[in-house]
C-alpha cells in the first residue's frame, strides 16, 4: 500500500475539509460569511450523508458537509479541488470539473429535496436550500470571488421563481476582490495556504489537529481504499459498456457469428447471443 504524506494534506483536501468543518463554531462563523447573515445554531444531518433517490438504478451523493439551522433551511457545502490534491477528482482535467460543475449542482438540489420531502409531505414543506461549492479554481471565468445564482425570470429579471433554492460558487482565485474581509481572508487560506486572520488560523490549527489524530488517519486509508475500489469499479463498468456497444455493433452488421463477436470482444456467448 502507498505510504500517506500526512503531512502533505490540506484543508482543501475532502476529507480533512469535512473533518474540519465538524467543528461546529467554524461551519457556523463560514456560512454567516459566505450568506451575511446572523445563525443562532446548526445541526448536523448525519455526517458524509449519502443520499440516494427512489429510483433503484440512479446514482447516489456523498455529502461533505450537510447541516440545517434552526430556521430549517438546509445546507450543502461542498470543497471543489482539481488535480493531485483533489480525493475526487485526481487526474481529471479541470476543464471537464467546471464544465460539470452546475449539472451536479442540479443533480445535488434534487436529491437534497427528494431527502427533504417525506412520504405524504406536501410540496409546501420543502424548506430553502443552499448548496455551495469552495472552489480552488474559477468555475464562470469570470473573475468574481462569489457566483450566487437563484432562478430568475428571464423577460423581467428582478422575478424570482421563488422555489427556495440557491446556489453559491466560491472562487478562492480571486479572494483580494471579496468586499467582505473575513471571506477574503477564508478564500485567500484556500488558495495559499497561509493564515491571516483568528478565523483562519482556528482552521489551520483544526487542520493539524485532525491530520495528527489517530482515528482520523485510520479512517482516512479506508476511504482511500474504498475510493480506489469506486473507481476500479467504474472503470470495469466502462469496459464493459464498450464491450457490449461493440457487440451491437457487430450483430448489426451481420457479418460474424455469436460465438466470434464473443471472442471478439471477450464476453460470454450468452450475453452475446440476447443482444
Not at 457490449?244 to 466470434?260: F, I, M, P, W, Y
Amino acid at each position: 500500500m502507498k505510504t500517506i504524506d500526512w503531512d502533505s494534506l490540506t484543508f482543501v483536501n475532502n476529507y480533512v475539509f469535512q473533518e474540519v468543518l465538524k467543528n461546529k463554531k467554524l461551519c457556523k462563523y463560514l456560512i454567516e460569511r459566505i450568506l451575511h447573515i446572523q445563525i443562532k445554531d446548526i445541526r448536523y444531518l448525519i455526517e458524509e450523508r449519502h443520499i440516494n433517490s427512489a429510483r433503484i438504478s440512479s446514482k447516489g451523493i456523498r455529502l461533505d458537509v450537510y447541516v440545517e439551522n434552526r430556521e430549517g433551511t438546509v445546507l450543502d457545502i461542498e470543497m471543489q479541488v482539481t488535480g493531485d490534491n483533489s480525493t475526487v477528482y485526481s487526474g481529471s482535467d479541470e476543464a471537464e470539473v467546471v464544465s460539470g460543475l452546475p449539472l451536479r449542482t442540479r443533480y445535488y438540489q434534487s436529491l437534497i429535496s427528494m431527502d427533504m420531502l417525506r412520504r405524504g409531505m406536501d410540496y409546501q414543506e420543502l424548506r430553502k436550500s443552499y448548496v455551495i461549492f469552495i472552489c480552488t479554481f474559477d468555475p464562470f471565468g469570470k473573475g468574481l470571488p462569489m457566483y450566487h445564482f437563484t432562478y430568475r425570470c428571464r423577460e423581467d429579471a428582478s422575478l424570482e421563481m421563488g422555489d427556495l433554492t440557491e446556489n453559491i460558487y466560491l472562487n478562492a482565485k480571486a479572494a483580494d476582490k471579496a468586499e467582505d474581509a473575513a471571506l477574503a481572508d477564508f478564500l485567500f487560506y484556500v488558495n495559499s495556504g497561509r493564515a491571516n486572520s483568528k478565523f483562519t488560523q482556528a482552521i489551520d490549527a483544526e487542520t493539524k489537529r485532525v491530520k495528527n489524530d489517530t482515528d482520523w488517519r485510520e479512517r482516512y486509508v479506508t476511504w482511500e481504499m474504498d475510493l480506489k475500489i469506486m473507481c476500479k469499479n467504474a472503470e470495469k463498468k466502462g469496459e464493459k459498456k464498450k464491450a457490449l456497444d461493440t457487440a451491437r455493433a457487430l450483430k448489426k452488421q451481420g457479418k460474424l457469428s455469436d460465438s466470434e463477436i464473443a471472442e471478439a470482444t471477450a464476453l460470454p456467448l450468452r450475453e452475446v447471443a440476447a443482444l
